[in-house]
C-alpha cells in the first residue's frame, strides 16, 4: 500500500475519532438530538468545504503545470529554431510534474546559450564598428538582433581577424609613408598645406582614417613629393655640371670652390637658391672672359669629336670653332654645340665605349704581333714571353666577338637613326676589316722578306762556304784539331790561329775564299787523317759557331798583312 492510501485512511479514522468524541461531548453536555444534528451538519459542511478547497487548489495546480508545459515547449521550439539547433525530444511515461520540469530546465539552457551568443556577437559588432572606422570599410553582413549560429559567429571572428591584419598592414604602411612624406618635406622646406596633408604631418597617427583611398592619396603625394626632390635633384646637379664647367673655364682658384663645397652636395631648397646664384655670377663672369670661355669650350668640343670618332668633315661642319671674331653669339654657339656633342655621347655611349675598347684591344694586339716577331724575346727571365702570348692569344680570340657585338648595336643605331655609323668618316665595320686585311698584307710581307733574305744567306753560304748559325750549348761529339792549307802553286799560306782555316793565295796582296762548296761532316765522326798530298778542309760547325774567325775571314787588317808579306 502506498503511503498517501495510509495516510488517507489515517485521515479518516482521526475523522471518526473527531466525531465520536464530538458525539460524547455533546451527551455529557446534553445537548439535544435536533441541535446534535445541525452541529453534525455544521461540521460536515465545514470538512466538505475545505476538502473542495483543498481541491480546487490542487487542480489549479495542475492547470498551471499543464500551461507551464505548453509555454515551455513553445519557447523550446522557439529557441531551438533561433539557435538552428534541433528540438527537444521529451520522454514519454513520466508524471506532469516532471514533464514541466524537464522542459523548463531545457528552456532555462537554450536562453543562456541565446544570451551568451548575442553577447559575442554584440561584442564583435563593437570591434566590427571600430575597424569600419578605422578602415571606412562597409560592416559585415550579420543581423545584430538575430540569433547567430556557431557557424556565423565563427566566421564573422575570422572576418574581424582579417580586419585587424589588414589594419596593422595599413597602419605599418601609412607610419612608414608618412615618415618618408616628413623626410621629403623636410629636405624640400616644405609646409603642410593641404588639410590631408596636415592630417598626414599633425594629427595622431592613432586618429588617421587608414581607408584605401587616403593609404592611395598617400602614395600619391609621396610620389609628388619623390618628383619634386628629383626634379631638385637634377636641376642641382645641372647647375652643378654648369658650375664646374664654368670655374674649369674660367679656372677660378681651388680656394674659392672650397667654400662652395656645401652646396655641391646637398639638393635642398637653399642649396638651389645659392647654385642658381653661383651660376648667375659665374655666366656674367664668363661674358667678361669670352676669348678664354671660348677656347676652353674648344679645347672640350676637340675631346668629344675624339670620343665620337668625328672625320675631318664632320669637324668643319662646325664653322663658329675656327671664327676669331669672340662674342656672346659665338660663346652661345659653342656652349650649344658642347650641349650637343654631350648629349650625343650620352645617347651612344656604349657604342663609342665598345669602339674605343676595340681600338685599344687592336692596339694592344698589334704591339703582342709585333713582339712575338722580336728575337730579342726568348732572353726574358720573368715569364713576360708566356704571359704576352697568353694575352695575344685572348685578344685573337676575345676580337671577333667584340666585332661581333659591336655590328649588332651598330645595326640597330643605323635602324633607329636612318643612317649609317661613321667612325672618322668611315664605316666601322669597314674600317675593321681594313685593319685585318692590312695587317694580313704585312706579315704576308714580312714573311716574305724573311723568305728572300734566308735565300740571300743561302747563297752567300753556296758562293763562299759559310753559314752563320745560331749559337748552341751543346758539346760537340768530335774533337777538333788545327788544319793546315795546302800549298797552291809552290806559294806557301799561312794558317789561322783557331780551328777554322781557309784557303789563301797570295795575288796582288787580297785573300780570296775557295768557291767550292764544303761537305758538312757528321758531329758523330772524327776528321780523316791527314794524307801527304795536302790537308782536309777545316770541321764546317766549328767554322759556323766561332764567330770570333768569322770577322777574321770578313775583317781588313788580316788582309792588309798577308799583302805585306
Not at 134 to 139: V, W
Not at 466 to 491: E, H, I, M, Q
Amino acid at each position: 500500500m502506498r503511503k498517501s492510501e495510509v495516510l488517507a485512511a489515517e485521515a479518516v479514522s482521526c475523522l471518526n475519532k473527531a466525531l465520536c468524541r464530538l458525539k460524547d461531548i455533546w451527551e455529557e453536555i446534553g445537548i439535544p438530538e435536533d441541535q446534535r444534528l445541525q452541529r453534525t451538519d455544521v461540521v460536515k459542511n465545514h470538512i466538505k468545504n475545505l476538502l473542495d478547497m483543498m481541491i480546487k487548489e490542487e487542480e489549479s495546480m495542475k492547470k498551471r503545470l499543464l500551461s507551464s508545459i505548453q509555454t515551455c515547449r513553445t519557447d523550446m521550439e522557439k529557441l531551438c529554431l533561433q539557435l538552428q539547433i534541433p528540438v527537444f525530444e521529451e520522454e514519454d511515461g513520466i508524471s506532469i510534474l516532471q514533464q514541466e520540469k524537464n522542459i523548463r530546465t531545457e528552456v532555462e539552457v537554450l536562453m543562456k546559450e541565446k544570451n551568451r551568443r548575442m553577447d559575442q556577437l554584440k561584442a564583435l559588432l563593437e570591434q566590427e564598428q571600430d575597424l569600419c572606422d578605422i578602415l571606412c570599410s562597409l560592416p559585415y553582413a550579420i543581423a545584430p538582433d538575430s540569433v547567430p549560429s556557431l557557424e556565423q559567429l565563427e566566421n564573422f571572428r575570422q572576418h574581424i581577424a582579417k580586419q585587424n591584419e589588414e589594419k596593422a598592414k595599413r597602419y605599418s604602411e601609412f607610419t612608414e609613408l608618412k615618415k618618408q612624406i616628413i623626410l621629403h618635406m623636410e629636405e624640400l622646406d616644405h609646409l603642410p598645406e593641404t588639410s590631408f596633408e596636415k592630417d598626414v604631418v599633425c594629427e595622431d597617427e592613432d586618429s588617421f582614417c587608414l581607408s584605401r583611398d587616403n593609404i592611395t592619396a598617400l602614395k600619391l603625394l609621396l610620389c609628388q613629393l619623390e618628383e619634386r626632390k628629383a626634379e631638385n635633384e637634377a636641376t642641382c646637379e645641372s647647375h652643378r655640371e654648369k658650375i664646374q664647367q664654368l670655374w674649369d673655364r674660367l679656372q677660378v682658384p681651388h680656394e674659392e670652390r672650397a667654400l662652395f663645397n656645401e652646396h655641391m652636395v646637398a639638393s635642398r631648397k637653399r642649396n638651389l637658391e645659392a647654385l642658381q646664384t653661383e651660376v648667375l655670377r659665374l655666366e656674367k663672369l664668363q661674358l667678361q672672359n669670352i676669348r678664354n670661355v671660348t677656347e676652353a669650350i674648344r679645347s672640350e668640343i676637340s675631346v668629344f669629336w675624339e670620343k665620337c670618332f668625328f672625320s675631318i668633315d664632320e669637324r668643319q661642319d662646325f664653322a663658329p670653332y675656327f671664327s676669331e671674331d669672340f662674342n656672346e653669339e659665338l660663346l652661345a654657339l659653342h656652349d650649344a654645340e658642347i650641349q650637343r656633342l654631350k648629349q650625343h655621347y650620352e645617347d651612344h655611349r656604349e657604342l663609342y665605349e665598345g669602339v674605343q675598347k676595340w681600338e685599344e684591344s687592336w692596339r694592344l694586339y698589334l704591339e703582342l704581333e709585333k713582339k712575338a716577331t722580336d728575337p730579342t724575346r726568348f732572353t726574358n727571365r720573368g715569364g713576360n714571353l708566356l704571359k704576352e702570348e697568353k694575352q695575344r692569344a685572348e685578344l685573337h680570340k676575345n676580337l671577333p666577338k667584340l666585332e661581333k657585338k659591336l655590328k649588332a648595336q651598330i645595326d640597330a643605331w643605323e635602324g633607329e637613326q636612318g643612317r649609317e655609323f661613321l667612325v672618322n668618316g668611315q664605316e666601322f665595320l669597314q674600317y675593321v676589316a681594313e685593319q685585318w686585311e692590312l695587317h694580313r698584307i704585312e706579315k704576308e710581307k714580312e714573311k716574305a722578306e724573311r723568305h728572300l733574305k734566308k735565300s740571300k744567306q743561302t747563297e752567300e753560304d753556296m758562293l763562299y762556304g759559310t753559314a752563320v748559325r745560331t749559337p748552341s750549348k751543346r758539346r760537340f761529339l768530335g774533337t777538333t784539331t788545327p788544319v793546315k792549307s795546302r800549298k797552291l802553286n809552290a806559294t806557301s799560306s799561312m794558317s789561322s790561329g783557331t780551328s777554322n782555316s781557309t784557303m789563301r793565295s797570295v795575288y796582288g796582296g787580297t785573300v780570296c775564299r775557295s768557291p767550292v762548296p764544303r761537305l758538312l761532316l757528321s758531329a758523330n765522326k772524327t776528321p780523316a787523317p791527314r794524307t801527304p798530298g795536302g790537308s782536309k778542309p777545316p770541321h764546317p760547325r766549328v767554322r759556323g759557331c766561332n764567330k770570333e774567325n768569322e770577322v777574321q775571314f770578313k775583317g781588313t787588317p788580316m788582309s792588309e798583312g798577308l799583302g805585306q808579306h
